[in-house]
Protein backbone atom coordinates (compact mmCIF):
# COMPACT_ATOMS: atom_id res chain seq x y z
CA UNK A 1 0.00 0.00 0.00
CA UNK A 2 1.24 3.48 -0.69
CA UNK A 3 1.88 5.40 2.04
CA UNK A 4 3.56 9.22 2.98
CA UNK A 5 6.42 9.90 1.95
CA UNK A 6 8.94 10.83 5.11
CA UNK A 7 8.77 14.71 6.03
CA UNK A 8 11.69 16.97 6.72
CA UNK A 9 11.03 20.25 8.59
CA UNK A 10 11.26 21.76 4.96
CA UNK A 11 8.17 19.79 4.11
CA UNK A 12 6.51 20.98 7.27
CA UNK A 13 7.69 24.65 7.02
CA UNK A 14 6.18 24.90 3.63
CA UNK A 15 2.96 22.87 5.24
CA UNK A 16 2.63 25.74 8.04
CA UNK A 17 3.17 28.72 5.93
CA UNK A 18 0.44 27.14 3.42
CA UNK A 19 -1.60 26.76 6.40
CA UNK A 20 -0.92 30.07 7.82
CA UNK A 21 -1.79 31.86 5.03
CA UNK A 22 -5.09 30.11 4.45
CA UNK A 23 -5.83 31.64 8.03
CA UNK A 24 -4.89 35.38 7.29
CA UNK A 25 -6.76 35.21 4.55
CA UNK A 26 -10.11 33.38 5.62
CA UNK A 27 -9.55 34.21 8.99
CA UNK A 28 -10.23 30.84 10.18
CA UNK A 29 -9.80 29.61 13.60
CA UNK A 30 -7.36 26.42 13.16
CA UNK A 31 -6.23 24.35 10.51
CA UNK A 32 -4.71 21.29 9.70
CA UNK A 33 -3.28 18.84 7.48
CA UNK A 34 -3.92 15.03 8.57
CA UNK A 35 -3.11 11.44 6.41
CA UNK A 36 -6.22 9.90 5.45
CA UNK A 37 -5.57 6.72 8.05
CA UNK A 38 -5.92 10.00 11.22
CA UNK A 39 -2.39 10.62 12.04
CA UNK A 40 -2.29 14.35 12.48
CA UNK A 41 0.67 16.09 10.40
CA UNK A 42 1.16 19.47 11.42
CA UNK A 43 -1.47 22.39 13.15
CA UNK A 44 -1.61 26.10 12.80
CA UNK A 45 -3.90 28.75 14.49
CA UNK A 46 -5.50 28.50 18.06
CA UNK A 47 -3.59 24.80 18.78
CA UNK A 48 -4.63 24.53 21.91
CA UNK A 49 -8.44 24.86 22.03
CA UNK A 50 -9.08 21.77 20.87
CA UNK A 51 -7.69 18.02 21.14
CA UNK A 52 -6.32 17.40 17.53
CA UNK A 53 -4.84 14.14 17.65
CA UNK A 54 -8.59 13.34 18.54
CA UNK A 55 -10.07 15.64 16.25
CA UNK A 56 -8.47 14.58 13.51
CA UNK A 57 -8.74 10.57 13.99
CA UNK A 58 -12.76 11.72 13.54
CA UNK A 59 -12.39 13.95 11.24
CA UNK A 60 -10.04 11.19 8.95
CA UNK A 61 -12.87 8.80 9.58
CA UNK A 62 -16.00 10.86 8.64
CA UNK A 63 -14.37 11.42 5.88
CA UNK A 64 -13.64 7.75 4.95
CA UNK A 65 -17.42 6.90 5.74
CA UNK A 66 -18.04 9.68 3.21
CA UNK A 67 -16.23 8.30 0.58
CA UNK A 68 -18.39 4.99 1.29
CA UNK A 69 -21.10 7.06 0.61
CA UNK A 70 -20.29 8.55 -2.50
CA UNK A 71 -19.66 4.60 -3.84
CA UNK A 72 -23.02 4.00 -3.01
CA UNK A 73 -24.10 6.69 -4.97
CA UNK A 74 -21.97 5.97 -7.88
CA UNK A 75 -19.79 8.82 -7.02
CA UNK A 76 -15.42 8.42 -7.40
CA UNK A 77 -15.23 10.70 -4.44
CA UNK A 78 -16.27 13.68 -2.67
CA UNK A 79 -13.89 16.07 -2.33
CA UNK A 80 -15.25 17.63 0.89
CA UNK A 81 -17.00 17.08 4.06
CA UNK A 82 -18.83 20.13 5.49
CA UNK A 83 -20.42 20.26 9.17
CA UNK A 84 -22.11 23.18 10.30
CA UNK A 85 -22.19 24.37 13.97
CA UNK A 86 -23.58 27.15 16.35
CA UNK A 87 -20.12 28.38 17.24
CA UNK A 88 -17.81 26.72 15.13
CA UNK A 89 -17.88 25.24 11.56
CA UNK A 90 -15.81 22.19 9.73
CA UNK A 91 -14.28 21.55 6.74
CA UNK A 92 -12.70 19.00 5.63
CA UNK A 93 -11.16 18.55 2.14
CA UNK A 94 -9.34 16.01 -0.02
CA UNK A 95 -5.59 17.24 -0.98
CA UNK A 96 -4.27 13.96 -2.29
CA UNK A 97 -4.36 10.19 -2.13
CA UNK A 98 -2.81 10.51 1.45
CA UNK A 99 -3.60 13.35 2.82
CA UNK A 100 -6.60 15.99 3.82
CA UNK A 101 -7.30 19.33 4.98
CA UNK A 102 -9.22 20.38 8.07
CA UNK A 103 -10.22 23.72 8.94
CA UNK A 104 -12.21 25.01 12.12
CA UNK A 105 -13.64 28.33 11.65
CA UNK A 106 -16.06 30.67 13.34
CA UNK A 107 -19.67 30.03 12.12
CA UNK A 108 -20.31 33.27 11.04
CA UNK A 109 -17.72 33.46 8.46
CA UNK A 110 -19.14 31.94 5.15
CA UNK A 111 -17.73 28.24 4.19
CA UNK A 112 -17.98 29.62 0.51
CA UNK A 113 -14.81 31.97 1.51
CA UNK A 114 -13.46 29.22 3.38
CA UNK A 115 -13.72 26.58 0.58
CA UNK A 116 -12.42 29.68 -1.96
CA UNK A 117 -9.10 30.00 0.06
CA UNK A 118 -8.47 26.70 1.12
CA UNK A 119 -8.49 25.02 -2.82
CA UNK A 120 -4.66 27.34 -3.03
CA UNK A 121 -3.65 25.60 0.42
CA UNK A 122 -4.51 22.65 -1.11
CA UNK A 123 -2.78 22.94 -4.07
CA UNK A 124 0.53 24.21 -2.61
CA UNK A 125 0.36 21.09 0.14
CA UNK A 126 -0.15 18.91 -2.77
CA UNK A 127 2.82 20.43 -4.58
CA UNK A 128 5.11 20.11 -1.38
CA UNK A 129 3.90 16.56 -0.50
CA UNK A 130 5.21 15.85 -4.25
CA UNK A 131 8.13 17.11 -3.90
CA UNK A 132 8.89 14.70 -0.55
CA UNK A 133 7.88 12.03 -2.33
CA UNK A 134 10.20 12.67 -5.19
CA UNK A 135 13.38 13.64 -2.82
CA UNK A 136 16.31 10.40 -2.52
CA UNK A 137 14.91 8.01 -0.12
CA UNK A 138 18.71 8.02 1.02
CA UNK A 139 18.57 11.51 2.49
CA UNK A 140 15.40 9.76 5.05
CA UNK A 141 15.94 9.05 8.88
CA UNK A 142 17.29 5.83 9.48
CA UNK A 143 15.32 4.05 12.00
CA UNK A 144 17.76 1.63 12.48
CA UNK A 145 19.45 4.17 14.92
CA UNK A 146 16.16 3.67 17.09
CA UNK A 147 17.70 0.70 20.27
CA UNK A 148 15.23 -2.10 19.87
CA UNK A 149 16.51 -3.28 23.22
CA UNK A 150 14.54 -0.17 24.97
CA UNK A 151 11.08 -2.00 23.22
CA UNK A 152 10.95 -4.54 26.21
CA UNK A 153 8.44 -2.71 28.34
CA UNK A 154 7.17 0.54 25.94
CA UNK A 155 4.20 0.55 28.22
CA UNK A 156 4.03 -0.16 31.70
CA UNK A 157 1.27 -1.14 33.97
CA UNK A 158 0.45 0.80 37.11
CA UNK A 159 1.65 -1.27 40.09
CA UNK A 160 -1.50 -1.96 42.40
CA UNK B 1 0.87 3.22 7.12
CA UNK B 2 3.22 4.40 9.64
CA UNK B 3 4.16 8.27 9.84
CA UNK B 4 7.61 9.23 10.43
CA UNK B 5 7.82 13.33 10.79
CA UNK B 6 11.64 13.97 11.26
CA UNK B 7 10.50 17.73 11.65
CA UNK B 8 8.99 16.96 14.71
CA UNK B 9 10.80 13.66 15.55
CA UNK B 10 7.74 11.62 15.87
CA UNK B 11 6.99 7.88 14.40
CA UNK B 12 3.13 7.43 14.44
CA UNK B 13 1.74 4.05 14.75
CA UNK B 14 -1.96 2.28 14.37
CA UNK B 15 -2.72 -0.33 15.82
CA UNK B 16 -6.62 -1.88 15.55
CA UNK B 17 -8.04 -4.64 17.71
CA UNK B 18 -9.91 -7.11 16.06
CA UNK B 19 -12.26 -10.10 16.36
CA UNK B 20 -15.87 -10.90 17.00
CA UNK B 21 -18.90 -9.16 18.75
CA UNK B 22 -18.34 -8.77 22.99
CA UNK B 23 -14.70 -10.48 23.09
CA UNK B 24 -13.80 -7.64 24.74
CA UNK B 25 -11.83 -5.21 22.12
CA UNK B 26 -13.13 -2.22 23.99
CA UNK B 27 -12.15 -3.89 27.25
CA UNK B 28 -8.57 -3.66 26.55
CA UNK B 29 -8.26 -0.29 25.18
CA UNK B 30 -10.02 0.99 28.65
CA UNK B 31 -7.69 -1.13 30.92
CA UNK B 32 -4.80 0.50 28.68
CA UNK B 33 -6.32 3.77 29.75
CA UNK B 34 -6.81 2.92 33.24
CA UNK B 35 -3.47 1.60 33.83
CA UNK B 36 -1.04 3.34 32.55
CA UNK B 37 1.71 4.61 34.19
CA UNK B 38 0.82 8.79 34.78
CA UNK B 39 4.56 9.75 33.44
CA UNK B 40 3.12 7.93 30.12
CA UNK B 41 1.09 10.50 27.75
CA UNK B 42 -2.29 9.24 27.18
CA UNK B 43 -4.85 10.92 25.39
CA UNK B 44 -8.48 10.60 25.48
CA UNK B 45 -10.27 7.63 25.11
CA UNK B 46 -12.98 7.63 22.50
CA UNK B 47 -15.74 5.31 22.30
CA UNK B 48 -18.40 5.75 19.26
CA UNK B 49 -20.94 3.45 20.86
CA UNK B 50 -24.36 2.79 20.65
CA UNK B 51 -26.50 2.91 23.97
CA UNK B 52 -26.17 -0.36 25.04
CA UNK B 53 -22.04 -0.10 24.74
CA UNK B 54 -21.44 -1.93 21.82
CA UNK B 55 -18.97 -0.11 19.27
CA UNK B 56 -20.67 1.52 16.85
CA UNK B 57 -17.80 2.93 14.53
CA UNK B 58 -14.77 2.25 16.53
CA UNK B 59 -13.20 3.01 19.78
CA UNK B 60 -9.56 5.63 19.94
CA UNK B 61 -7.04 5.85 22.55
CA UNK B 62 -4.09 7.47 21.31
CA UNK B 63 -0.83 6.85 24.15
CA UNK B 64 2.91 8.40 23.37
CA UNK B 65 5.57 5.83 24.29
CA UNK B 66 8.85 7.00 26.36
CA UNK B 67 11.12 8.29 23.50
CA UNK B 68 13.54 6.01 22.17
CA UNK B 69 16.77 7.61 21.10
CA UNK B 70 15.36 11.52 20.90
CA UNK B 71 12.23 9.85 18.27
CA UNK B 72 8.50 10.08 19.89
CA UNK B 73 6.72 6.75 19.13
CA UNK B 74 3.02 7.80 19.09
CA UNK B 75 0.63 4.62 18.87
CA UNK B 76 -3.12 5.55 17.79
CA UNK B 77 -5.38 2.64 19.48
CA UNK B 78 -8.47 1.50 17.22
CA UNK B 79 -11.14 -0.95 17.81
CA UNK B 80 -13.20 -1.92 15.17
CA UNK B 81 -17.23 -2.92 15.87
CA UNK B 82 -17.66 -6.73 15.91
CA UNK B 83 -20.81 -7.46 14.98
CA UNK B 84 -21.05 -8.93 11.66
CA UNK B 85 -23.64 -6.37 9.72
CA UNK B 86 -20.14 -3.38 10.79
CA UNK B 87 -18.59 -4.73 7.99
CA UNK B 88 -17.45 -1.68 5.68
CA UNK B 89 -16.96 -0.04 9.28
CA UNK B 90 -14.54 -2.01 9.84
CA UNK B 91 -13.11 -1.60 6.56
CA UNK B 92 -12.68 2.14 7.03
CA UNK B 93 -10.79 1.34 10.52
CA UNK B 94 -8.59 -0.57 9.02
CA UNK B 95 -7.33 1.79 6.58
CA UNK B 96 -3.59 2.23 6.74
CA UNK B 97 -3.31 -0.43 9.97
CA UNK B 98 0.07 -0.77 10.67
CA UNK B 99 -0.51 -3.69 13.36
CA UNK B 100 -3.13 -5.96 14.60
CA UNK B 101 -4.45 -7.77 17.90
CA UNK B 102 -6.94 -9.90 17.45
CA UNK B 103 -8.66 -10.68 20.43
CA UNK B 104 -10.77 -14.35 20.92
CA UNK B 105 -12.96 -15.29 22.99
CA UNK B 106 -12.33 -18.42 24.98
CA UNK B 107 -15.58 -19.32 25.18
CA UNK B 108 -16.39 -23.16 23.91
CA UNK B 109 -19.82 -21.57 21.94
CA UNK B 110 -17.69 -18.50 20.48
CA UNK B 111 -15.51 -20.94 18.37
CA UNK B 112 -17.12 -20.76 15.34
CA UNK B 113 -17.42 -16.17 15.52
CA UNK B 114 -13.71 -16.41 16.59
CA UNK B 115 -13.05 -18.29 12.95
CA UNK B 116 -15.14 -15.97 11.29
CA UNK B 117 -14.41 -12.90 12.41
CA UNK B 118 -10.47 -14.03 11.66
CA UNK B 119 -11.78 -15.08 8.10
CA UNK B 120 -12.84 -11.62 7.84
CA UNK B 121 -10.35 -9.84 9.10
CA UNK B 122 -8.26 -11.09 5.83
CA UNK B 123 -11.09 -10.61 3.82
CA UNK B 124 -10.92 -7.09 4.58
CA UNK B 125 -7.50 -7.16 4.45
CA UNK B 126 -7.76 -8.24 1.00
CA UNK B 127 -10.04 -5.73 -0.11
CA UNK B 128 -7.59 -3.15 1.24
CA UNK B 129 -4.75 -4.57 -0.85
CA UNK B 130 -3.18 -5.57 1.95
CA UNK B 131 -2.11 -9.14 3.31
CA UNK B 132 -1.72 -10.82 6.61
CA UNK B 133 1.54 -12.03 5.98
CA UNK B 134 2.86 -8.36 6.08
CA UNK B 135 1.60 -7.17 8.97
CA UNK B 136 2.51 -8.29 12.69
CA UNK B 137 -0.10 -8.92 14.47
CA UNK B 138 -0.79 -11.09 17.77
CA UNK B 139 -3.57 -13.31 18.89
CA UNK B 140 -5.15 -12.73 22.49
CA UNK B 141 -7.48 -15.50 23.64
CA UNK B 142 -9.41 -13.56 26.16
CA UNK B 143 -11.57 -14.28 29.19
CA UNK B 144 -10.03 -17.25 30.38
CA UNK B 145 -11.26 -15.96 33.89
CA UNK B 146 -14.73 -17.69 32.99
CA UNK B 147 -15.59 -21.32 33.66
CA UNK B 148 -16.84 -23.03 30.13
CA UNK B 149 -13.54 -22.10 28.17
CA UNK B 150 -11.99 -24.08 25.44
CA UNK B 151 -7.86 -25.04 26.06
CA UNK B 152 -5.61 -22.73 24.67
CA UNK B 153 -3.97 -25.72 22.31
CA UNK B 154 -7.46 -26.02 20.16
CA UNK B 155 -7.43 -21.91 19.91
CA UNK B 156 -4.19 -21.97 18.50
CA UNK B 157 -5.00 -24.97 16.46
CA UNK B 158 -7.95 -23.29 15.00
CA UNK B 159 -6.55 -19.72 14.96
CA UNK B 160 -2.53 -20.19 14.89
CA UNK B 161 -2.09 -22.34 12.41
CA UNK B 162 -0.67 -20.55 9.34
CA UNK B 163 2.64 -21.04 7.80
CA UNK B 164 4.75 -18.64 10.46
CA UNK B 165 2.94 -18.85 14.18
CA UNK B 166 2.66 -15.62 15.42
CA UNK B 167 2.73 -14.41 19.86
CA UNK B 168 -0.54 -15.72 21.63
CA UNK B 169 -1.75 -14.56 24.91
CA UNK B 170 -3.80 -15.92 27.82
CA UNK B 171 -6.06 -12.96 28.58
CA UNK B 172 -8.28 -11.72 31.48
CA UNK B 173 -8.81 -7.87 30.04
CA UNK B 174 -11.75 -7.04 32.53
CA UNK B 175 -9.05 -7.80 35.56
CA UNK B 176 -6.17 -6.50 33.00
CA UNK B 177 -4.86 -9.57 33.19
CA UNK B 178 -2.22 -10.17 29.76
CA UNK B 179 -3.95 -6.66 28.29
CA UNK B 180 -0.34 -5.10 28.35
CA UNK B 181 1.54 -8.24 27.52
CA UNK B 182 -0.14 -8.24 24.37
CA UNK B 183 0.43 -4.52 23.84
CA UNK B 184 4.02 -5.23 24.36
CA UNK B 185 4.73 -7.24 21.83
CA UNK B 186 2.78 -6.00 19.06
CA UNK B 187 4.69 -2.23 19.70
CA UNK B 188 7.98 -4.18 20.03
CA UNK B 189 6.84 -6.23 16.58
CA UNK B 190 6.20 -3.27 14.73
CA UNK B 191 9.36 -1.38 15.67
CA UNK B 192 11.37 -4.02 14.81
CA UNK B 193 9.59 -4.43 11.05
CA UNK B 194 10.51 -0.49 11.16
CA UNK B 195 13.56 -0.79 11.34
CA UNK B 196 14.31 -3.99 9.45
CA UNK B 197 12.82 -2.56 6.86
CA UNK B 198 14.82 0.82 6.76
CA UNK B 199 17.86 -1.09 6.91
CA UNK B 200 16.83 -2.63 3.80
CA UNK B 201 16.02 0.51 2.19
CA UNK B 202 19.59 2.15 3.37
CA UNK B 203 20.95 -1.49 2.30
Known amino acids: MATLPQLIEEDIRQFDSALNDLLTKSEATSALIMDKGGFLITQCGEVRRFDFTTLGALAAAMYAATQGIASLVNEVNFSSVYQQGENFSLLVHNVDEHCLLVVIFRAQISVGAVKFYALNTISDVARQLQAAQARTPGEGFDLSVLNIADTADLFRKKQA | ?203
Open chain 2, 1 to 203: MAIINQATKELQVKIVYYGPAMGGKTTNLVKVHENLQTAQEKGKLVSLATSSDRTLFFDFLPIEAVAIKGFKTKFQLYTVPGQVIYNTTRQLVLRGVDGIVFVADSQYEKMQENVESFANLEDNLRTLKMNLGDIPYVLQYNKRDLPTIAPVEYMEFLLNNRDVQVPSFSASASKCDGVFETLNMITRMLLHKFINESGRKSA
